[in-house]
């Protein structure tokens, strides 16, 4: 079954400092990874997304995620964490050209001052 | 502004009150599910349409109705709610190009006693 797993359930991080957050996935083929960020109360804004070609993609908010199918990953990472991405961070897979998004049960985010 | 709106956002209801929550995009997408965020689950799919009339049934559609008479609009209805539909309610739009990259809107927060 097709599935995508955030290992994760917390994380805490002191401002400043790196972030990565683990994806991993399991699909037949290759699938269109997304990463999703939910701040509280809000609403579900993706940050970056990948299809195919360059396994680094950039994204909003200074993120950027790597695909690498070796470890079946789409790790998120950020180089200097802000207070402000205090949120729960959740991945998602497709098959292409599909159209039910698969969750990962998310990982919340806390950043320490 | 290009957005996915729900009403209502938040709702406290009775067990077996029928209830319906709205949502509605202004983007022309063809595409729209209904998604629930229990903690520890992330988001899973109750109902999906792909246009107008054609609706279909995600992982967890069980006490859950839809329909999608026009395009913009995309109205989740629980006939006889239940304590376990307590949760957080998501909806989203895509367009038919490109179902996997989809928007969202900002969630309603549905409590059942």
């Known amino acids: 079954a097709q599935s995508v797993t955030q290992p994760d359930i917390h994380i805490t991080v002191s401002e400043g400092a790196s972030l990565e957050l683990r994806c991993n996935y399991s699909y037949g083929a290759t699938p269109y990874l997304f990463w999703y960020v939910q701040s509280p109360g809000q609403g579900l804004q993706l940050l970056l997304k990948y299809f195919s070609g360059d396994t680094l993609v950039q994204g909003i908010k200074g993120f950027e995620a790597e695909f690498k199918r070796s470890q079946s990953s789409f790790n998120l990472r950020k180089p200097s964490v802000h207070w402000s991405d205090a949120a729960e961070y959740f991945c998602?897979?497709?098959?292409?050209?599909?159209?039910?998004?698969?969750f990962g049960t998310g990982t919340q985010l806390k950043v320490e001052l | 502004e290009a957005q996915v709106t729900q009403n209502p956002r938040y709702l406290i209801t009775v067990t077996g009150k029928k209830l319906t929550v709205t949502c509605s995009q202004n983007?022309?997408?063809?595409?729209m599910s209904w998604y629930r965020q229990d903690p520890g689950l992330g988001l899973r799919q109750i109902y999906y349409?792909?246009?107008?009339?054609?609706?279909d049934k995600g992982d967890v559609p069980e006490g859950y109705k839809v329909s999608r008479k026009e395009k913009r609009n995309f109205p989740l209805i629980l006939e006889s709610p239940s304590p376990n539909q307590t949760s957080l309610y998501f909806c989203?739009?895509?367009?038919?190009?490109?179902?996997?990259?989809?928007?969202f809107g900002p969630g309603t927060r549905l409590t059942v006693l």
């Open positions: 983007m022309n997408h063809e595409y």
């Open positions: 998602a897979g497709v098959t292409g050209g599909g159209n039910k998004l698969t």
């Open positions: 989203a739009s895509a367009d038919s190009t490109s179902t996997d990259t989809q928007y």
């Open positions: 349409s792909m246009n107008v009339e054609v609706t």
